[in-house]
């Protein structure tokens, strides 16, 4: 009769499974669940997290008792090689990974008995009476824990013992909701069956109707074994399927996720042997139990907590025994699957495939108001462990995609317009910022990185990347998903060569006011406490928060850098932090790094600015006392005619005044350095720097002692075939020629050394290459 009305009610299998992930996409799209940034990192990256619910601790164990088995849970569960993922509901809130403060805090509501008992149909309850104002804690069940571990990516589950039909359950009805979250949510739970008091064999029969694999451990056993009754090993029911090990549980869950099977799995594991009641001693206690239960009139949701505690009370304590010693090898079983099921996840499929949270995540300044006003106390102050900085780099923060063209005839070099071409498309971490920040970290700078992402699966990625990088995130802005930022992406088109054909840059999220980005609140502390000795600031902020960082960093005493990013954007330097009156030494800029269009670019937002019209430019130009005959010949002697014909030593020189150092990145024809030297600079008498002194001052007048110009050549002259990619190489140049003045190197000392290292990023693909630790500044 059971079995029956079941299947009447599973003929609607295929219409409920779309209404249960639109379910799903609700709830993780609303402020009411929250993943642990560990837990986070851990799916995101492929590591192998284990769930594990709170029933147990807020109905299971008392307090504190509860608190000391939720450490040794977890403990286990590290020590096994994997992230416990504890799950409850605290203050209102769906939580996906508790701290240790929150597990004290949730299991001591066990003791006033405030705590509610979390099912999936009391996931709404308890979250709505959050929203209104009424935050109660509640330990998540089988089904609930369920519920929100696969919302969060998590596909392994240990815990004690399931629910199931409740004996009489053909007349009452009785079922556990963890039977029918069995059926429709992915995720693998390892228990020691149903509670030994349940109707065991229509369990068994519920789940077969429900669509639910169910295997049961050998435990060394041959043939087939029992399904186990939770405080006993054996039932008396042969398991519906036999599971040798870890190795082939964690086989069974990849494989149903691939085909894909829209249901969970039961992985029943024996309680230990020691700790096993015998069969025949635990069904008396059982029975009497339930007699009892029924003379005092204890049903439904009131019936398990009472013949819990008679069993108890009538087993003299070994139910308890029992009852922790199979939780704790369920943990470490779950845990061994979740390793294995990582390995074969990690050999078998792509990263990107796996299913990511679709959670929000709120950005610092908001949790901690967000906590705050939910009466919790706020996160930590993220300036408390922020160490001083070398460099401080700030700038953009992007996922790169870069379409190498493949072609398959050999004379063809570039793609072809309006058409689909053949290509090797690489992703990578990019954005012109964080090139130059691992770059710098790479040469071993200690580097506070600042930049913006959206809340979305990019930010989330990015974030994971930076700190697999060893980049703090700490200067990350995480802006909240209401704002409608997206994380800034790239993607370069290259032809055959290697050499950029054309790029799509959605950056957006850099264009930004200021007033969103909360600069003053956010970063200002930051560059505040981290003193950096460099700040790189890069063009992709709008013109109004570029002014902001190097003004920032001017009042900190940090020299800047400027990166102009492309040749659209290089002229905001000159719309917001140069102006006619920034002429040295009041100048604001102290090196730039532009490629040859991007100085020219420079050069003619100046002069359309009107800055060479200046009195102070004039001043300073006349200072350099250049030689008003013969000034071409000279320039081509000390770089050469075409770069002369192309007029870039001319533009560079004629932006000294502002900018006093400028460092052009000219590809295979090398490096130009041009630099205004102060009156006293030992280069000027020094004869190993006499061919690079382009004129001498004759007085001190305007602090000009004269102008250093200097070609350098390229490291190496690289084959086509050598180059891998050209995303990072400029970017790589101007981090490690920051990181050498970060140490007190002179610029044509540096310069050398930061060729190679943007050579060894040509050579490789996805980015900034780490080989780079290797240069050594001569």
């Known amino acids: 009769m059971l079995a029956s009305r079941a299947a009447a009610r599973s003929g609607c299998r295929s219409a409920r499974a779309p209404v249960a992930s639109r379910r799903y996409h609700g709830l993780a799209q609303s402020k009411l669940f929250k993943v642990s940034e560990e837990i986070r990192d851990a799916v995101a990256t492929g590591k192998p997290v284990v769930a594990l619910e709170s029933t147990i601790y807020t109905h299971g164990f008392p307090y504190p008792e509860s608190v000391a088995l939720a450490s040794l849970l977890e403990s286990v569960v590290r020590a096994n090689g994997a992230v416990p993922a504890t799950i409850g509901i605290l203050g209102g809130e769906a939580r996906v ?17 405030s705590a509610l008992k979390v099912s ?38 240990g815990t004690g013992g399931l629910g199931g039909v409740h004996r009489g359950g053909e007349n009452s009805m009785d079922i556990s909701a963890d039977l029918t979250e069995l059926g429709r949510t ?35 056993r041959q043939g087939s074994v029992d399904f186990p009754a939770f405080y006993t090993r054996d039932s008396g029911l042969k398991s519906p399927r036999v599971i040798q090990n870890e190795a082939e549980a964690a086989a069974i869950v990849y494989a149903q996720s691939r085909i894909p099977v829209s ?31 029924e003379v005092e009139g204890y049903r439904g949701s009131d019936n398990t907590p009472f013949v819990l ?52 995540v709120t950005s610092r300044a908001d949790q901690a108001t967000s906590e705050t006003e939910l009466g919790h106390s706020p996160r930590k102050d993220p300036l408390k462990h922020l160490a001083k900085a070398d460099v401080l780099v700030a700038g953009s923060l992007a996922i790169d995609l870069s379409c190498d063209f493949a072609p398959t005839e050999v004379n063809s070099t570039t793609p072809a317009l309006h058409t689909s071409n053949r290509a090797i498309i690489g992703q990578s971490l990019g954005g012109v910022g964080h ?25 989330q990625t990015a974030l994971t990347s930076l700190r697999q990088e060893g980049l703090s995130t700490s200067g990350i802005k995480v802006l909240p998903a209401s704002s409608g930022a997206r994380t800034a992406q790239y993607v370069a088109v290259n032809d055959a060569k290697k050499d950029l054909v054309v790029a799509m840059a959605d950056m957006g999220i850099m264009e930004l006011p200021e007033q969103t980005l909360d600069f003053d609140g956010f970063w200002e502390p930051m560059m505040s406490r981290a003193q950096p000795q460099w700040a790189v600031v890069d063009a992709n902020w709008n013109a109004e928060v570029l002014g902001k960082w190097v003004a920032l960093a001017k009042k900190h005493g940090a020299r800047v850098a400027f990166e102009p990013v492309s040749t659209a954007k290089s002229g905001r330097l000159f719309r917001s932090a140069i102006g006619p009156s920034d002429c040295v030494p009041n100048h604001s800029i102290n090196l730039a790094a532009p490629n040859q269009l991007e100085l020219a670019a420079m050069y003619m937002a100046a002069r359309e600015g009107g800055l060479f019209d200046s009195e102070g430019w004039w001043h300073l130009i006349d200072a350099m006392r250049m030689p008003a005959s013969g000034s071409r010949e000279r320039l081509v002697a000390m770089t050469s005619a075409m770069l002369v014909n192309q007029g870039i030593p001319q533009q560079s020189i004629q932006l000294l005044p502002f900018i006093p150092c400028i460092v052009t990145k000219l590809g295979p024809q090398g490096v130009l350095l041009a630099q205004l030297l102060r009156p006293g600079d030992a280069r000027l008498t020094s004869p190993e720097s006499a061919p690079y002194i382009l004129s001498r001052a004759s007085t001190a007048e305007g602090g000009v002692g004269g102008v250093y110009l200097r070609l350098f050549p390229p490291a190496a002259v690289l084959e086509e075939a050598e180059i891998v990619s050209v995303n990072g ?38 980015g900034v290459s780490e080989a780079i630790s290797q240069v050594v500044f001569d």
């Open 120 to 157: 999936r149909r009391d996931l709404g309850y308890i979250c709505g009476l959050g929203l209104a104002g009424k935050r109660l804690h509640g330990g998540t069940t089988v089904s609930g824990t369920m519920v929100l571990a696969h919302l969060a990516g998590i596909k392994v589950f």
């Open 186 to 220: 992915p995720v693998a739970v390892v228990s020691s069956g149903c509670k030994s008091f349940l109707d065991i064999p229509r369990t068994l029969e519920y789940l077969e109707t429900e669509g639910v694999c169910v295997g049961t451990f050998a435990d060394g």
């Open 97 to 113: 990974g508790l701290s240790t403060e929150e597990l004290v805090e949730l299991a001591s509501a066990a003791e006033k008995k």
């Open 309 to 360: 505690s008679k069993i108890k009370e009538l087993s003299g304590g070994k139910s308890v025994i029992a009852n922790r010693a199979l939780v704790e090898a369920n943990v470490k079983r779950a845990t061994n699957v979740a390793v294995e099921l990582s390995k074969l996840e990690r050999s078998g499929e792509l990263l990107n495939e796996r299913h990511m949270p679709a959670i929000s």
């Open 435 to 459: 090139n130059v920040a691992i770059a710098a970290k790479y040469l071993d700078s200690s580097v506070l990185y600042c930049s913006v992402v959206g809340d979305d699966l990019s930010g």
């Open 263 to 293: 249901s969970g799995i039961l992985l029943a594991n024996p309680v230990p042997l020691k700790h096993s009641v015998p069969k025949n001693e635990m069904d008396d206690i059982i029975d009497e139990a339930l007699r009892l239960a």
């Open 729 to 766: 190489a400029g970017d790589t140049l101007l981090g490690a020629v920051v990181t050498g003045l970060a140490r007190g190197r002179a610029v044509e000392e540096v310069i050398p050394g930061a060729q190679k290292a943007s050579l060894l990023t040509l050579q490789q693909a996805g």
